[in-house]
């Protein structure tokens, strides 16, 4: 069922459950699951089946579905064998409740144990939903009886092996972590016992052959491959840990009396200049009935049997819906009505979205046009629930927005997200990078196996095809790229899951969607980044020079710039009581721990940006070598080195080394960002991991785990805002200012280009109008516009260096500024010299720099706030990496920015709980 169902009451609790640990098959385990849904136990004819779920009847067969007859004994069993009772919610998962119990992690041992949720229903005594007109005594529903009503428990998500009891009961049962469980109930009004139990791993075991062709270095345990379960926190990512539980969106309604069941709802749109268009709505109707459906204007009513349908509506020339760094992302109303009585209401997109592979490249278009893609990989906003809170979704969604994402790409390492997810990217304009639930393990080909995640698809598909946003549906998270890394020959190599029956299914379920067999792909072997979609981390993980974004030629990364990059000082203070958490051993190691890392590796990312800062401050970022180079013979320096290192790094004090860290991560991604956004660059797309941390630490998201940018953030918005001015270094052909505008309004402005000389005068000068009447880009020499060869960034190298700075800003004129997605000025500065610079004095009087509030209106950064604060900002030499953190909690709308002599910035500070703000993203009418 789709979730246009809001407008009908929920009676299931989210509060208000208890969590018992048991030890596995303490109470009623009857040992009739296997992991092949097929052998499950028998249903009752009256039964309905959803996904992979076993769902029976309330009332059982035999006296086998029930657990001690009597109302309530169930619970007291469970109790009684428990040696953990926690407080928990629904949705959530054990190692949520764990984590709030302030249990130590090391005693948790998911798998171990089985988990069981109970609850009270409250159920109403007037059986008649007062959203639902019908006269009870009207309704044809067999499975109703005088004083009785039936429900519908669903639940999105119950991992691992796990069982439902309604009224000591067993209701349903499912083997899959990743597929819905449905149960249809006939209950009276009054109070009902629920309980949830996820079962020990080794009650249902899985088969021990074939073996797997290859191993995951991702995950250790090969028995996972044949588990349908999230795979985060099986793979050992610090702030994560096994999924267990009902981790998904959960409702217990009451079945309407119409009878009309909405199943897929799905647009499609074959013109994109006011041609007609079409929503595609596919239902149930257990009688005969008169149904209408409406939307954007148009009105469709037909007669129906009882039976399945799917019915087409068309749509004259609807407004489209769009990313919003390229327009406006419309969405309009659909209702549909059964006999009168409101059966669904949701909101709809139309936008057709197609994928050019020419050239050895992967372009996405939408509605017609080039869109180059730049986003991040989700990760949840809390690891460790699985993060339902709408909320929280709805503003790391635009907080990424603000970042000038146009794209965020959901990992097969993670796990399907909650239904707010996909609506704020509907409404926040943010298309959807989909993957299957399958990331590095050898995917079984046994037939059972494959039919479950068909249920699996077969629930989903139709789900994300109802929401414009989603984009693109991949087989799987590096599914290829794993066996290519033993040695594995492809052709050899048949993978049935991503061969046949994810395309099969997408095209059948999903055909306004993209497929794409799995990233990376597309190149031979697929892991190479100059064909197809690649996962590149040359800048990164590899530690290769800046200059490997142009060398090894990036089509289209679907993941990038994996950093490990400190939060800021505030922040670091406000978890590891210092900003530097060196306090102590244990501080020290607790922050260490934290650090992104892949697993088995000798390094963390942290380890990373240390590298960079390292080649920044001596002798030069682009005098760096590689991993390939002289520093790949000995290991990574770490912070808590002191007195065994060469050079300058080891004299520095902790926080240097830290804001170092931030400096130089920052300017790699910024420069990355704008160099793969060149109009000939060659590359369509770069999608950054990731998103947001998992834990407070050196995590590789933008964003840190309360949410708060990081300079990776501010990196990010500069270089990829939908109207933007950079600065790119051309080597001995100069430096060029590029224009790039998105939006489809006209630019106008001047463009003004000022430079300073090493003794911190001012240089020459110009100044220049701009226009551009909608998407484009524009490139300017910057020596040309000067006036003549001035050898700015001391590429040529002859005799000292002369130029110290240089600014280009862009002010829209008045018409510009009338469009909402034109900020008021773009800024772009570049300290000349590279190499030549002395890069640790630029960052010190970054430091150092004279700053003063203008207003202060809040009160402190980690309560609310009355009001946003301005701080205003003075260098009086060039600056580097100017960092503001006002305090915790607290975000300004600029930060690590490069400030020329005699500089002046004023910013906005905002608790983080009212960011961003409104003037990041464009507005969009109808669309709140």
Request: proline share 7%; glycine share 10%.
């Amino acid at each position: 069922m789709l979730t246009g169902t809001d407008h009908i009451r929920d009676h299931l609790p989210r509060d208000g459950w208890y969590l018992y640990r048991t030890a596995p098959g303490a109470v009623s385990w009857r040992g009739d699951l296997n992991w092949d849904t097929r052998s499950a136990p028998a249903q009752p004819p009256a039964s309905q089946v959803r996904g992979d779920s076993v769902a029976l009847s309330a009332a059982p067969e035999s006296d086998d579905d029930a657990v001690e007859g009597e109302h309530g004994r169930l619970a007291d069993r469970v109790a009684a064998a428990a040696d953990h009772v926690l407080a928990a919610t629904v949705p959530g998962t054990a190692a949520g409740a764990w984590r709030d119990a302030e249990l130590p992690s090391a005693t948790f041992q998911a798998d171990a144990h089985d988990w069981w949720w109970t609850t009270t229903v409250n159920l109403p005594q007037d059986p008649q939903d007062p959203q639902d007109p019908l006269d009870p005594q009207d309704s044809q529903d067999p499975q109703e009886s005088p004083g009785q009503r039936a429900y519908r428990l669903e639940l999105r998500g119950v991992a691992t092996v796990s069982e439902v009891f309604w009224d000591g009961r067993r209701v349903a049962a499912s083997v899959s972590g990743l597929d819905d469980i449905v149960a249809n109930l006939t209950a009276r009004p009054g109070e009902h016992e629920l309980a949830i139990v996820c079962r020990a791993l080794e009650l249902v075991p899985v088969p021990r052959k074939p073996r797997p062709r290859w191993r995951s270095t991702l995950v250790s345990d090969s028995s996972l491959r044949w588990r349908r379960t999230p795979l985060i926190g099986r793979i050992p990512w610090a702030g994560t840990a096994v999924v267990v539980g009902p981790w998904g969106e959960s409702s217990l309604r009451a079945v309407p009396h119409h009878g009309v069941s909405v199943t897929a709802v799905r647009t499609e749109l074959s013109e994109t200049d006011g041609g007609p268009a079409t929503v595609h709505v596919d239902l149930t109707a257990d009688r005969a009935t008169t149904l209408t459906v409406r939307c954007a204007g148009a009105e469709h009513t037909a007669t129906l049997a009882a039976g399945q349908h799917r019915v087409a509506l068309e749509v004259r020339g609807p407004a489209l819906w769009w990313p919003a760094t390229h327009g406006t992302p419309t969405l309009h109303d659909l209702e549909v009505q059964a006999g009168g009585q409101l059966v669904e209401r949701r909101r709809v997109g139309f936008r057709q979205i197609r994928a050019r592979t020419d050239h050895g490249g992967f372009t996405l278009e939408v509605n017609g046009t080039r869109v180059f893609v730049r986003g991040a990989v989700w990760t949840p906003v809390d690891a460790l629930t699985l993060g339902d809170d709408p909320a929280e979704i709805d503003r790391t969604v635009r907080a990424m927005r603000a970042a000038g994402a146009n794209l965020l790409r959901i990992s097969g390492t993670h796990a399907w997200e909650a239904e707010a997810f996909y609506r704020a990217c509907d409404r926040h304009g943010l298309l959807v990078w989909h993957d299957a639930m399958l990331a590095t393990l050898d995917p079984p080909s046994e037939p059972s196996w494959l039919a479950l995640v068909e249920d699996e698809l077969r629930t989903w598909l139709p789900r994300l095809g109802a929401h414009p946003c989603v984009a693109v549906f991949s087989g799987g998270n590096e599914v290829l790229q794993q066996p290519v890394l033993w040695g594995r020959d492809l052709s050899q190599l048949p993978i049935p899951v991503i061969d046949d029956l994810i395309p099969r299914l997408t095209a059948e379920l999903a055909p306004q969607v993209v497929h794409v067999s799995s990233t990376p792909c597309g190149g031979e072997p697929p892991i190479r980044p100059d064909r197809g979609i690649s996962h590149w981390f040359g800048v990164g993980a590899y530690r290769r020079p800046l200059s490997d974004v142009r060398t090894c030629g990036v089509r289209f990364a679907a993941e990038a710039l994996a950093f490990g990059v400190p939060p800021a000082p505030s922040e670091i203070t406000r978890f590891f009581g210092t900003g530097t958490a060196d306090s102590d051993d244990s501080v020290a190691a607790d922050w260490r721990s934290a650090a992104a890392r892949d697993p088995g590796a000798a390094w963390d990312f942290e380890d990373t940006s240390v590298h960079y800062a390292r080649r920044w401050i001596e002798p030069g970022m682009e005098a760096d070598t590689g991993a390939a180079g002289a520093e790949s013979s000995t290991p990574p320096v770490r912070l808590s080195d002191t007195g065994n290192s060469d050079g300058v790094w080891s004299a520095l004090s902790r926080d240097t080394q830290l804001h170092a860290e931030r400096a130089a991560v920052a300017q790699a991604v910024e420069h990355t960002l704008t160099d793969l956004r060149r109009g000939d660059s060659g590359c369509d797309g770069v999608i950054v991991l990731a998103s947001r941390d998992l834990t407070p630490g050196a995590g590789w998201g933008l964003l840190d785990s309360t949410g708060r940018p990081k300079a990776t953030w501010y990196a990010m918005r500069r270089a990829c805002a939908e109207t933007a001015v950079t600065l790119i270094d051309d080597g001995l052909s100069g430096l060029h200012v590029h224009v790039h505008h998105d939006q489809p309004v006209v630019l106008t402005g001047r463009l003004y280009v000022r430079t300073w000389t090493v003794h911190q005068n001012p240089g020459p000068q110009a100044e220049l109008s701009v226009e551009l009447t909608g998407p484009g880009e524009l490139v300017y020499p910057v020596e040309k516009l000067l006036g003549g060869f001035l050898d700015l960034d001391h590429a040529w190298g002859f005799g000292d260096r002369q130029w110290e700075a240089l600014e280009v800003e862009l002010v829209p004129d008045d018409s510009s500024k009338a469009q909402p997605q034109v900020v008021e000025s773009l800024r772009a500065v570049r300290l000349l010299g590279g190499g030549h610079r002395h890069a640790l004095a630029d960052l010190r009087e970054g430091q150092g720099l004279e700053r003063r509030t203008v207003d202060a209106a809040h009160t402190d950064g980690v309560h609310d706030s009355i009001g946003p604060t301005t701080v205003e900002l003075t260098a009086g030499r060039a600056a580097a990496a100017v960092a503001v953190d006002p305090g915790p909690g607290l975000v300004p709308d600029d930060d690590f920015m490069d400030m020329a002599p005699g500089g002046r910035r004023i910013l906005t500070v905002r608790p983080v709980q009212h960011w961003p703000a409104s003037a990041y993203f464009s507005r969009r009418d109808g669309n709140d």
